[in-house]
């Protein structure tokens, strides 16, 4: 079974390092930007079924470079990505997510709270309390922290 599975959120927040981590093991400090998309596949196996994954890294919009929504199209789930030590990637959250979900109707959409590792415990509450009632799981792509485990939820999300 294949399921594509987009990467969205703003530009420079962890689309391609959660996507490396998950599916290669590494982690690099490195910025080099995402142009247009890059897609990555990494099979799973979840209640014992076997899924492909499709991972399309799709780059966050700058001012130099817009997107076409055509890379959304046909997702079966998306993990909607941001940055904890950022503000201005998730101050637009829910217009943002609610965009997502008109283009993409009855799709999982997973909210990652990415580099856990740069914040403290108190300041993570505090963005849990800005974007309230969306829920986002806490992941770091330097350390690994629930990479995996996001993917996993995803990809169970996608299979219901
Ligand atoms: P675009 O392709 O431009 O949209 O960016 P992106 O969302 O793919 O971001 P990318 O993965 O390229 O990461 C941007 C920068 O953040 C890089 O320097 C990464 O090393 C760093 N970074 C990504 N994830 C983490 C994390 O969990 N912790 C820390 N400390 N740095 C991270
Ligand atoms: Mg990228």
Known sequence: ?????????????????LVKRFVHSMFSEEYITTIGVKIDKKTVTVNGTSVNLLIWD????????KVP???RLGAHGALYVFDLSRPSTYQQIEEEINSLKALLPNIPVEILGNKADLVTKEEIDQVSQQIHPLKASLTSAKTGEHVDDAFEKLTQSMMV
Do not use: C, D, P, R
Not at 1 to 14: A, D, E, F, P, R
Not at 58 to 65: F, L
């Open 69 to 71: 929504q055509s890379y």
């Open 1 to 17: 079974m294949n399921k594509k599975v987009i990467l969205i959120g703003h530009y420079g927040v962890g689309k391609t390092s």
């Open 58 to 65: 799709i780059a966050g919009e700058s001012s130099q470079q």
